[in-house]
């Protein structure tokens, strides 16, 4: 049996994108309500949830996703990885951050091309690894990495501006 799903090609794009991630922004999961997603876009969410920003600099921190398929088995699904790095160990990251390794949130990356995508849209994201880390020499990072992995059918969704703007950040860390 041939399958025919193919609809277009693709032309080389000028060069203007970077790489790299600005921020993620953490929903509990199942806060969002039903998505409404055309394409590979949601563009609204059912609920205003609240959330909660990570500012992360740039080069520390970045989104992958690999695709696993297997012919034999007519299968094919997402392994989505968001790795972050925060800088200075303080006792009230340190305490909110054993909170979100409990949980397995919804996570929203804000990318260097002004781009929003949601990861772990219907099944969430765990905390599959992290370090506490002081470093050793003084140029080392003192700080924490977190790794959010999670296993979709689908790619992570590109998030309309609406989608983000319904979020209710709420307050966020600063350390000293």
Known sequence: MSCTILAKGRNLPCIKSVGGIKSIILADFGSLGALSVTGAEVTAIGTTPAA???????????????????????????????????????????????????????????????????????????????????????ADLSGYTLTFTAQEVLPAFFCASGVISALQIGAAISPA
């Open 52 to 138: 909660y920003k990570y500012l992360v600099k740039p080069g520390s921190s970045g989104m992958e996703e690999t695709i696993t398929a297997s012919a034999e088995n007519g299968t094919v699904y997402y392994d989505q990885n968001v790795n972050i790095q925060l800088q200075k160990l303080d006792k009230e990251t340190q305490a909110e951050l054993q909170d979100v390794a409990k949980g397995n949130p919804h996570v929203f990356v804000e990318d260097f091309n002004s781009n929003y995508f949601l990861v772990g849209a219907y099944n969430g994201a765990d905390v599959s690894a992290g370090t506490i880390s002081t470093g050793t020499a003084l």
